[in-house]
């Protein structure tokens, strides 16, 4: 038998799944916001940004351009381990470990409730 979670395994309560539920949702929000926020400080996305630059001009429009790519898609990655842990939630899988099957730290999840490893499968896979 493996040690993936059973049916008749206990798992989190409801009462505390619900407020982490609504936690992941409204942090979602917030880093939409934010993703948005970036992408309007974009050089790029300026309406009235001009094509004839200086030199110090255009240099400084790409590392702006390559900035806000840069934070953009650490936003979206971040967007992405909430939702599944949104999803996880919703899948009664939450707080269970992907790898191994165990619970796990709550310690761990109370910091990072996105997380989808214990700290031992996390460690494995960053060796």
Known sequence: MTKKQSKSEVGFPQALLAPI?????KEIL?????????????PFSDEGRTIENSLEEDVD??????DAEIKVGFVAK???QLRKALTRLRLGKF?????????????????KPETTRC????????S
Not at 21 to 25: P, R, W
Not at 30 to 42: F, G, P, S, T, V
């Open 21 to 25: 539920g609504k936690f992941l949702e």
């Open 61 to 66: 429009e790409q590392i702006g351009h390559f």
């Open 95 to 111: 707080g269970y470990c992907e790898e191994c099957g165990e619970m796990i730290d709550t310690d761990r999840l109370a910091v």
């Open 119 to 126: 700290i031992k499968c996390e460690n494995k896979r960053n």
């Open 30 to 42: 917030k880093l939409n916001k934010r993703k948005e926020k970036i992408k309007k400080a974009d």
């Open 78 to 80: 971040q967007i992405i």
